[in-house]
T-cell receptor
Framework: DPKIIQKPKYLVAVTGSEKILICEQY?????MYWYRQSAKKPLEFMFS???????DNQTASSRFQPQSSKKNHLDLQITALKPDDSATYFC????????????FGPGTRLTVL | DAKTTQPDSMESTEGETVHLPCSHA???????IYWYRQVPLQGPEYVTH???QNTTNSMAFLAIASDRKSSTLILPHVSLRDAAVYHC?????????????FGAGTKLTIKP
């Protein structure tokens, strides 16, 4: 059974629209993260949450807003989508005191036309 | 965070033992060495980590030089499933900063 679920797997959106990427983890972790990977580039850290509180935000744009409705959920809302937002978005989780042992989900591949 | 240096690519054959080097000449005394790997179209996978002593688990053996300025991830009897990009990463000295900064890593190719 998958321990980290990301939905949808693939997503196509038009410029200017808004989308929500879903992430749920069933590992009992209390820290969750979002990363982004554009084509042929290294992963780029976006956000970290611990106990549903924002710990670190490395995203320059306010168009990216994480949302934590439950302790094992960390969704990512993206507004006013641009073609440059096209990337694979990975959710990860860890125990708060073992934050570098992160477990990654399968990713959501977003294409903005 | 201290910087790491890895070869861009390496190649091996199924069944062989692979040694993936990582140089971290400016590592601080309290920095851990972490290894992740990423298969195309999948999220990264935690492999192992260590501070000073060599470590081993079901995936790999991590050999850390006595001066800690370099380390080697050893993959015994590799298979095609071990083909991936391997990242050597140093954990930031500030506890609580759990941002992982991935570089280009070493692309490991396995031949049948």
């Amino acid at each position: 059974d998958p321990k980290i679920i990301q939905k949808p797997k693939y997503l196509v959106a038009v410029t200017g629209s808004e989308k929500i990427l879903i992430c749920e983890q069933y590992l009992g972790h209390n820290a969750m993260y979002w990363y982004r990977q554009s084509a042929k580039k290294p992963l780029e850290f976006m956000f970290s949450y611990s106990y549903q509180k924002l710990m670190d935000n490395q995203t320059a744009s306010s168009r990216f807003q994480p949302q934590s409705s439950k302790k094992n959920h960390l969704d990512l809302q993206i507004t006013a989508l641009k073609p440059d937002d096209s990337a694979t978005y990975f959710c990860a989780s860890s125990h708060r005191d073992r934050g570098y042992e992160q477990y990654f989900g399968p990713g959501t591949r977003l294409t903005v036309l | 965070d201290a910087k790491t240096t890895q070869p861009d690519s390496m190649e091996s054959t199924e069944g062989e033992t692979v040694h993936l080097p990582c140089s971290h000449a400016t590592i601080s005394g309290n920095e851990y060495i972490y290894w992740y790997r990423q298969v195309p179209l999948q999220g990264p996978e935690y492999v192992t980590h260590g501070l000073q002593q060599n470590t081993t688990n079901s995936m790999a053996f991590l050999a850390i030089a006595s001066d800690r300025k370099s380390s080697t991830l050893i993959l015994p009897h590799v298979s095609l499933r071990d083909a991936a990009v391997y990242h050597c990463i140093l954990r930031g000295a500030n506890y609580g900063n759990e941002k992982i900064t991935f570089g280009a890593g070493t692309k490991l190719t396995i031949k049948p």
